[in-house]
């Protein structure tokens, strides 16, 4: 990709200085193979400050996913300085990435990645166990978010046919393991499972 393939959009006026929560310096991203050198990104600029609106855009194969994962901690690039805030993340440890991933960084997926054996309300509740938050914050914060978006009423597993058909999108799962969702009734079956916790 070179500089212009991908373009940030902004739609806020932007803060004033010292507000910045992320700046890529001359970011390049090249992937090796035995036969193949592919340049994903090449000397790419970009500062994005607090309160902006920004969309990264461009065409089929021009480094988006690549920027987007670089962006995440999800991957390093070749060369260039990330600075997320005012500190550089390359010296960041893998632990350091999960806790900032956990902590600051929140995704969006298109596909959800959600956990198909888990019900609704432990799919939300995961990553605030990752955080270590106790357990009757956990319930409050995930019964307050699923209330907020019309949720609350789910008890099954996210794979099962009742919410696949409305909100998830999941394929259904055996006739074994389906079950029947209402406000006030439990799965009728469920999936063994392995203790998490």
């Not at 803060?15 to 992937?31: M, N, W």
């Amino acid at each position: 990709m070179n500089e212009t393939a991908v373009q940030a959009v902004t739609r806020d006026a932007r803060p004033a200085a010292g507000q910045r929560l992320l700046h890529l310096e001359g970011v390049t991203k090249v992937f090796l193979t035995d036969e193949v050198e592919t340049h994903a990104l090449s000397n790419v600029h970009m500062t994005v400050h607090q309160g902006e609106w920004v969309a990264i855009v461009g065409p089929s194969g021009s480094g988006k996913t690549t920027l987007l994962a670089i962006l995440g901690l999800l991957d390093t690039p070749t060369s260039g300085n990330y600075l997320l805030g005012d500190r550089p993340v390359a010296g960041l440890s893998a632990s350091q990435r999960a806790w900032v991933r956990n902590r600051q960084i929140g995704f969006i997926f298109q596909s959800f990645n959600l956990i198909g054996d888990l019900t609704v309300f432990e799919n939300v509740e995961l990553p605030l166990t990752y955080r270590g938050m106790p357990a009757a914050e956990r319930k409050r914060r995930v019964e307050s978010a699923l209330e907020r978006v019309g949720m609350a009423h789910r008890t099954c597993p996210a794979s099962s046919p009742a919410v696949s058909s409305s909100a998830w999108r999941w394929p259904a799962p055996s006739p074994a393991t389906r079950c029947s969702c209402s406000p006030t009734s439990p799965p009728e079956t469920s999936t063994p499972r392995t203790a998490r916790r």
